[in-house]
């Protein structure tokens, strides 16, 4: 088992696998850790679904022309769930609030299956796996993957985490510094020196790009992250959310 220090140090977003099968033992470790995530007022507002099917994966690989998808040895799909907690209290006959009306409620959902799904990244490493975090799974037809998972009024998909034995070992990318991370007490009160040292991880991440390993691009960061929220405009994730249940008010 990798200490802490290295599983959060060393992690790296890896795509391609091996084609051994990950020990149950070791899944295990991993469900133990995402079941002990901490969740808004413990109401533990996710579910996983656990995929090891291979015509599933290739088919939601079709969707998303992610090859990770089909060459893991296991897809976990974390979801926000309200439907557990609806079911029961129909059962007992307790009132249901219309908290998926809010944008907190939505908000409460995502925050605790992106927490749960962080659990697993750690587990993961800390067990010698590679993994890498599929957002595209949320975004490329939700309606079609809602349909593929089968599911429910309340659930909608949050991430896919794919999960294997490493067969290659990307090199790790550069973040942000400290300056342009962490703020004592209150906002980066001084905004120039601010750009000033994202514009220099700007140039670091542009080298990094040039000179990376397993292909270059000549991508900086800046650049690219906003050609992201240009193509992510055109996604209509209200309209998912709604035909998952979710009528958002306020």
């Known amino acids: 088992m990798q200490s802490v220090e290295k599983s959060l140090l ?3 977003s890896v795509r391609r ?3 051994e099968v990950i020990p149950e ?8 850790a995402i079941r002990n995530t901490p969740t808004s007022y ?3 507002q996710f579910s996983v679904i656990d995929i090891d099917d291979q015509a599933l994966k290739e088919e939601l690989y079709a969707l998303t022309n992610q090859k990770q998808l089909k060459t893991c040895n296991r897809l976990l799909i974390f979801c ?9 209290a129909e059962r007992k006959g307790i009132d249901v609030p219309k908290f998926t009306n809010t944008m907190d409620g939505v908000i409460i959902g995502i925050i605790d299956a992106s927490l749960a799904m962080m659990s697993a990244v750690v587990a993961a490493q800390a067990a010698g796996l590679g993994s890498n975090c599929v957002g595209y799974l949320r975004t490329v037809d939700p309606a079609k993957v809602a349909e593929l998972l089968h599911l429910p009024k309340g659930v909608f998909v949050v991430c896919g985490l ?3 034995i490493p067969r290659e070992h990307p090199d790790l990318k550069p973040k942000q510094s400290n300056d342009t991370v962490f703020f004592k007490n209150r906002y980066c009160e001084n905004q120039t020196k601010l750009v000033d040292d994202l514009e220099k991880y700007d140039e670091i991440v542009k080298h990094y790009n040039a000179t990376r390993s397993g292909g ?12 992201y929220y240009r193509h992510a405009m055109n996604y209509r994730i209200l309209d998912y959310l709604k035909a998952q249940g979710y009528e958002i008010e306020k």
Do not use: C, P
């Open 10 to 12: 060393e992690r790296t």
């Open 17 to 19: 696998y091996e084609r």
């Open 25 to 32: 033992e070791t899944m295990n470790f991993i469900f133990d």
């Open 42 to 44: 413990n109401g533990q």
């Open 80 to 88: 926000s769930d309200y439907n557990k907690i609806t079911l029961l």
């Open 162 to 164: 794919a999960l294997g």
């Open 216 to 227: 270059t691009t000549d991508n900086d960061w800046v650049a690219h992250i906003l050609d």
